[in-house]
T-cell receptor, first 113, second 114 residues
Framework: GAGVSQTPSNKVTEKGKYVELRCDPISGHTALYWYRQSLGQGPEFLIY????????DSGLPNDRFFAVRPEGSVSTLKIQRTERGDSAVYLC???????????FGEGSRLTVL | AQSVAQPEDQVNVAEGNPLTVKCTYSVSGNPYLFWYVQYPNRGLQFLLKYITGDNLVKGSYGFEAEFNKSQTSFHLKKPSALVSDSALYFCAVRPNFGNEKLTFGTGTRLTIIP
C-alpha cells in the first residue's frame, strides 16, 4: 500500500518568496503531523491535525507559517516571505490514532537562497 | 514542557556485539516513549514503544528498550548488532494524556563495524 507522500521532494526558492509543501497521508489516517528537521537535529514539531482541525499549532515558529487540511486528508504547509533560516527538511507524518505510532514521508527539502 | 536527551551523537559497535543507545526524558505525568530509526534516504520508521506494563519492550529487527522510571531513561538495546543496523536513531516522548505532540531527541548515529 502507499505510504505518506510529500511533494515536492526538493524546493529551492529565493528569500521573500511564498512556498507550499503538500502532504498526502495514508488513506484512513485521521491524524496528521508536520515536523521540521534541520541538519544534525531531531524533528521539531510544527502542527498536528485531528481530522480537518488543527488540534495543536504551538510549534509554528511565527505567523509566516500556516497549514491547512480542508477535507481531513491532504494537507498543505504554507510559508510566506521565506527566510534563509527556513531552510530545512519538512516532514509530514500520519497516524491511525495509535498513540505515537507515526508513519513519516520522506520529507520536502526546502532551500532558501 | 517535555524534552528528550540523547547524550551520544555517535555510537560505534563491532558486528556481533551488544549495543545500547541512550535516552533520558522529561515529561509531566507518565510518559509514552518511542524509538524511531532513519536509514539513509528513507523516512523515519517506528521501531518500538512503551505505553504501560512490562518495562522491557520488544520491537522490530530484534531491538528492545527498557523503561526505567526512577532514572527517567528509555535506552535502546540489541543483543547482537548487525551491519544493517547502522542508521540514525531518535528517541521520542509525549505525556500519556492530553498532548498528542511527540517530542524528539537530537538523534544518535549508530555505526556497526564489520
Amino acid at each position: 500500500g502507499a505510504g505518506v507522500s510529500q511533494t515536492p521532494s526538493n524546493k529551492v526558492t529565493e528569500k521573500g518568496k511564498y512556498v507550499e509543501l503538500r502532504c498526502d497521508p495514508i488513506s484512513g489516517h485521521t491524524a496528521l503531523y508536520w515536523y521540521r528537521q534541520s541538519l544534525g537535529q531531531g524533528p521539531e514539531f510544527l502542527i498536528y491535525f485531528q481530522g480537518t482541525g488543527a488540534a495543536d499549532d504551538s510549534g509554528l515558529p511565527n505567523d509566516r507559517f500556516f497549514a491547512v487540511r480542508p477535507e481531513g486528508s491532504v494537507s498543505t504547509l504554507k510559508i510566506q516571505r521565506t527566510e534563509r533560516g527556513d531552510s530545512a527538511v519538512y516532514l509530514c507524518a500520519s497516524s491511525p490514532g495509535v498513540p505515537g505510532e507515526l508513519f513519516f514521508g520522506e520529507g520536502s527539502r526546502l532551500t532558501v537562497l | 514542557a517535555q524534552s528528550v536527551a540523547q547524550p551520544e551523537d555517535q555510537v560505534n559497535v563491532a558486528e556481533g556485539n551488544p549495543l545500547t543507545v541512550k535516552c533520558t526524558y522529561s515529561v509531566s505525568g507518565n510518559p509514552y516513549l518511542f524509538w524511531y530509526v532513519q536509514y539513509p534516504n528513507r523516512g523515519l520508521q517506528f521501531l518500538l514503544k512503551y505505553i504501560t506494563g512490562d518495562n522491557l519492550v520488544k520491537g522490530s529487527y530484534g531491538f528492545e528498550a527498557e523503561f526505567n522510571k526512577s532514572q527517567t531513561s528509555f535506552h535502546l538495546k540489541k543483543p547482537s548488532a548487525l551491519v544493517s543496523d547502522s542508521a540514525l536513531y531518535f528517541c521520542a516522548v509525549r505525556p500519556n494524556f492530553g498532548n498528542e505532540k511527540l517530542t524528539f531527541g537530537t538523534g544518535t548515529r549508530l555505526t556497526i563495524i564489520p
